[in-house]
């Protein structure tokens, strides 16, 4: 447990004068006249809410950023809900939506297939064990919550951000905070998406070439027996479309990408010899961003760091004496089932192991806005939820795919968060967080002396595959057989070489003892970060400038490639073998980029070059034969190449031998110092066409930008130069073979330094409040793009300086 914090707000004034006072500011006379201010709830002043035992002020920095104090836990509770809610209830009220297969209530009809998406998979059935496990208390502090955000809801129900759109919004229930822990459970792994983007690219290019676009590692075989279990697999047109995944792909990036980075120093690398910490937490360019920033100071219970709208408590912050944060640890935790099925005397029928068994049924009602309710039936086998439409399934019979997700019955993550919150030290830190099992992780923690590091979740232990593909469901050999021994997580405390770091890299070794994952994200990231972190003594000036880091170590690799004995004649020979114009397009190309250092900068010529060639090399390598550029195919390799690491980059350092360096396009049969040569030529062209003639003033942000969005895909600000890219520390991936537009950002930044008097700092990319209508909507952009951090005091004597004086005093309402 934290210390008791020693001073808590306990204001004794009358509650006329403050009424008098908040009725002189103009701000305040703007609330309460028309437009949209009508929706801002006051900053200052008093407001009286049922629910309250006593006052709680609320006080925010210069960004919007709440600092909560209080005299129990349970008014801190209620007044989180209550500034959640009048910060983000527009995302609160559409992630709640989403999640329940609702969104077309609110959208339209055109949010009804990832409406039948969501209510097949079913979130509200895990939301629903998580909150039966949850201990009594972890109710409590639920349905506390939850009355907070009703006292505002309550208080504007008229008066709803305009984003709503004139939509009512249902009162908060304690297990809509359990759904949306399952909503972003869900969201951290891609399972789903890159099993079904694997079923477009088999369907384009067979199950014998479709290995090799589908690498696990750089160091690991290529999964030719996987994808042996699709062949004779007639999928074709009788496996119909999965509606509503690109909508549904669109909202959970808003939620947070599977990614994001963590690390901690030591004392004995720290220049202070107390431990440092920081975190990265990505997500989609959006505004509101994902995450938000909160303090909460009661008796016994302080921490300051990201809150989940919707969600109780810090998920991922400082606490005054240990310090914890999160990344996505990649986990292979979804697996989908190709499923014979067939129609016969009305019901659904499915094939496993050689008998025919009725699916379950259960049926659903869809409402969209502006039209009549809709009832569907939802079907499933004993894998899962059938995903696609059925209607025109016959007695002849096809193909379903089901979704198998981890069992969530007896899972106390939600009680084991709050205790990781109020950990005192590293070894309570690592009590708690063996208890969290409904999401994957790499969960970092830290205190003044000493770091930790554990693994989270729930694996499965597969007979057989790797369930890198669909399986067929209909053969028992690939079914689940119970989940893996949470003993076998991986985690570490306190290592020799005085660092902890995870950037969803790959984590163990090739044959460890559980399968974790088959879609471990590029491992430039971390090896950059072991770089750094290996390299001297550190202070949290290091720690920013890490976080800052633009320079790819994929470069040297490139120009590894490009000088190795198989590959420097024949190279030579190609590009020697091109027309005049482009023979001298690629020497140029060639001679910048064995002479690039790396480094991603926006203003960088060469940056722009060396991107242009990876795009080039990507098209010219895999376009002949999964495109069209709009193809499924073409598309689904797109976005594989943004889950994990991808074919792209395995093609380029290595796969010599691949078929895929044919153009089939061409009469004559290339090879890959063929397909180099020409792709080190485009890249010039494709620089002159895009950036102009003139060298000098080419740069890679005039390429690489990135827009803020809304959830209705308005831009908010930007386009704004952007420099690195999926391969730096400081993330900014893009879409690897179509747009050079940024599509996910360190979202949400946190330092901690425990030789500071406060510690802890941050970074948030787009603004505290959801409401268009408010100066703190989009306000921490320029922040964001300074660098400029702000502090999270832990000390009352300090509180001013951060959040100065003015305040919004809570009161109860007689």
């Known amino acids: 447990m934290a210390s008791p914090a020693r001073s808590f707000f306990m204001p004794k004034f009358g509650c006329a004068a403050v009424v008098t006072g908040m009725l002189s500011l103009t701000g305040c006379q703007q609330w309460l006249g028309g437009s949209a201010e009508q929706s801002l709830p006051p900053s200052v002043g008093v407001q009286p809410l049922k629910g309250l035992a006593q006052n709680v002020s609320v006080r925010r920095n210069t960004l919007g950023m709440p600092l909560i104090e209080s005299n129990t836990f349970h008014d801190a509770l209620f007044a989180q809900g209550y500034v959640a809610a009048s910060d983000r209830i527009t995302q609160m009220v559409r992630m709640r939506l989403l999640a329940q297969g609702r969104l077309a209530e609110l959208d339209g009809a055109d949010a009804l297939d990832s409406d039948r998406l969501l209510r097949r998979i079913n979130l509200k059935k895990n ?84 290995a090799w676009l589908l690498p696990v590692y750089p160091d690991e075989s290529l999964p030719f027996t996987e994808a042996e279990k699709l062949k004779g697999v007639t999928l074709g047109n009788s496996l119909i479309h999965v509606a509503g995944l690109g909508s549904l792909n669109h909202e959970l990036e808003r939620l947070g990408t599977a990614s994001s980075s963590n690390w901690a120093i030591a004392p004995q690398r720290a220049r202070s010899g107390k431990s440092l910490f920081a975190n990265d937490l990505h997500a989609a360019t959006a505004v509101p961003s994902a995450w938000n920033f909160v303090q909460l100071r009661a008796p016994r219970y302080q921490a300051a760091g990201v809150a989940l709208a919707g969600l109780p408590g810090v998920l991922t912050g400082f606490n005054g004496q240990v310090a914890w944060g999160m990344s996505a640890v990649m986990g292979d935790n979804q697996d989908l089932f190709v499923e014979k099925v067939k129609s016969e005397g009305g019901r659904v029928l499915y094939q496993s192991n050689g008998k025919w068994l009725p699916a379950r ?29 059925l209607a025109g399934l016959s007695a002849s019979g096809g193909y379903g795919l089901a979704l198998q997700l981890p069992d969530l019955t007896e899972d106390k993550s939600l009680d084991a968060l709050f205790d990781l919150s109020r950990a005192s ?151 020697d073998a091109l027309p005049d114009a482009d023979r001298t397009k690629a020497r140029e190309a060639y001679t910048r980029l064995m002479a690039f250092d790396g480094r991603l900068s926006a203003q960088s010529a060469d940056a722009a070059l060396y991107e242009l060639f990876l795009q080039q090399s990507m098209q010219r390598t895999f376009l002949d034969e999964l495109g069209p550029i709009d193809s499924a195919a073409w598309k689904a390799f ?104 940024t599509a996910s950002i360190p979202a949400l930044r946190i330092v901690v330094d425990f030789a500071q008097t406060e510690p802890m700092i941050g970074l948030n990319s787009s603004g505290q409040s959801g409401n268009p209508a408010s100066a703190n909507y989009a306000d921490g952009i320029d922040a964001w793009l300074k660098n400029q951090y702000v502090s999270f005091p832990m000390q009352p004597q300090n509180f001013e300086k951060a959040y100065g004086i003015k305040r919004l005093t809570l009161t109860p309402q007689k």
Do not use: C
């Open 127 to 210: 939301a629903d064990q998580l909150y039966a496990a949850a201990s009594p208390r972890l109710k409590r502090f639920f349905d506390v919550y939850a009355r907070g955000v009703n006292a505002y809801l309550f208080r504007y129900r008229g008066k709803l951000p305009a984003p709503l759109g004139g939509y009512t919004p249902e009162y908060w229930k304690a297990e809509d905070s359990a759904l949306m822990f399952a909503l972003w459970s869900f969201s951290q792994s891609l399972n789903l998406q890159e099993e079904l983007g694997s079923l477009a690219l088999a369907q384009k290019v067979g199950t014998d070439k479709l």
């Open 361 to 389: 049924v259960r049926q659903e009602t869809f409402l969209a806005k502006g039209q009549r309710p809709l009832r569907e039936a939802v079907y499933e086998t004993g894998h899962g939820a059938l995903l696609n439409d």
């Open 425 to 575: 030290n590293v070894e309570k830190a690592s009590d708690a967080s063996r208890q969290i099992r409904a999401v994957a992780t790499n969960l970092l923690f830290a205190d003044a002396n000493s770091i930790g590091w554990q693994v989270t979740g729930r694996f499965p232990n597969r007979l057989e595959g790797k369930g890198m593909l669909p399986s067929p469901g209909w053969d028992g050999r690939y079914d689940w057989d119970g989940l893996a021994d949470p003993m076998l997580h991986p985690y570490d405390q306190d290592p020799p070489q005085g660092w902890l770091g995870t950037a969803n890299q790959r984590i163990v070794p090739p044959g460890y003892g559980i399968q974790l994952s088959n879609g471990w994200y590029y491992p430039e990231r971390s090896e950059r970060l072991a770089e750094l972190a290996g390299a001297g003594k550190h202070d949290a000036r290091s720690m920013i400038a890490m976080q800052s880091d633009q320079t790819t170590p994929f470069a040297a690799k490139l120009k590894k490639m490009f000088l190795a004995p198989g590959m420097a004649q024949p190279l030579k020979i190609a590009i």
């Open 638 to 741: 797109v976005a594989q190449g943004m889950a994990s690491y991808s074919a792209q980059a395995d093609h380029l350092l290595g796969r010599d031998d691949s078929p895929f360096w044919d153009d089939v396009s061409t009469p004559q049969k290339e090879d890959k110092p063929a397909i180099l040569a020409r792709s080190l030529a485009a890249a010039v062209t494709a620089g002159e066409t895009q950036l102009g003639a003139d060298r000098s003033k080419w740069q890679w942000g005039r390429l690489h930008r990135t827009s803020w969005t809304d959830a209705a895909g308005q831009t908010v600000r930007g386009p704004v130069a952007t420099g690195g890219d999926h391969t730096t520390l400081n993330a900014a991936a893009y879409r690897w073979g179509d747009s050079f537009d």
